[in-house]
């Protein structure tokens, strides 16, 4: 279900590093889920996509994996660079239900250091 | 492609008047918006799901009344704030649900977003 929290986790990486993170659902009728990446004071970005079925799906210097088995995702981002640094969320959508509406993770802050 | 845009970017008004919001899909249709919310350091909050052709489905503790939903064409998607108070200050972002050329399903856009503040 939604999450929402004050205090962001944050991961902080070296620039040039790969940066992974992670994100937990909860229901295990979802059959698709997105990563946003939402910069301060805008709209959240669309980074990549999955559904479930499938593991595992590659974009430009991000990867996406799901493990269905014990409900987790992950978003990689290959080679971080500063201009990364951004609030990312994963969200779920459960299409079968015929409720499109997403529901969003709390998010994870990356800050990457020069 | 798959740009939707918001208008205006930010808007401050006096408690009590109304505010129209719009999210428009600039490069793809849109049977399907979606209006959020979002307060500081938060995740964004599905306010409703807006249907061209139809009314808007609202989440549970969204009046309906106040948040005004008018979806009247395959592009455009209009929230009105009626009778504004401060606690309606806000990040307000609408989404589109679309698919770009090469993709094989519909996933959802974002605007990028609308700062209210209510005095």
């Known amino acids: 279900g939604e999450s929402v929290g004050l205090h962001l986790p944050t991961l902080s990486v070296q620039e040039g590093d790969n940066s992974i993170i992670n994100c937990a659902y909860s229901n295990s009728a979802s059959d698709y889920f997105i990563w946003y990446k939402q910069e301060s004071g805008k709209g959240p970005q669309f980074i990549i996509d999955?559904?479930?079925?499938?593991d595992k799906r590659q974009g430009q210097r991000v990867t996406v994996l799901l493990n269905k088995t014990v409900k987790h995702l992950s978003l990689q981002i290959a080679a971080t660079q500063p201009g990364d640094s951004a609030v990312y969320f994963c969200?779920?959508?459960?299409?079968?239900?015929?409720?499109?509406?997403?529901?969003f993770g709390s998010g994870t802050r990356l800050q990457v250091q020069p | 492609g798959a740009v939707v845009s918001q208008h205006p970017s930010w808007v401050i008004c006096k408690s009590g008047t109304s505010v129209k919001i719009e999210c428009r899909s600039l490069d793809f249709q849109a049977t399907t918006m979606f209006w959020y919310r979002q307060f500081p350091k938060q995740s964004l909050m599905l306010m409703a799901t807006?249907?061209?052709?139809?009314?808007?489905?609202?989440e549970q503790g969204v009046e309906k009344d106040k948040f005004l939903i008018n979806h009247a064409s395959l592009t455009l998607s209009t929230l009105t704030v009626t009778s504004a108070h401060p606690e309606d200050s806000s990040f307000y972002i609408c989404?589109?649900?679309?698919?770009?050329?090469?993709?094989?399903?519909?996933?959802?856009?974002f605007g990028p977003g609308t700062r209210l503040t209510v005095l």
């Open positions: 999955i559904r479930s079925n499938m």
């Open positions: 807006s249907n061209e052709g139809s009314k808007a489905t609202y």
């Open positions: 969200a779920e959508n459960r299409y079968a239900t015929g409720r499109r509406a997403l529901t």
């Open positions: 989404s589109a649900e679309g698919r770009t050329s090469g993709e094989s399903w519909d996933t959802q856009y």
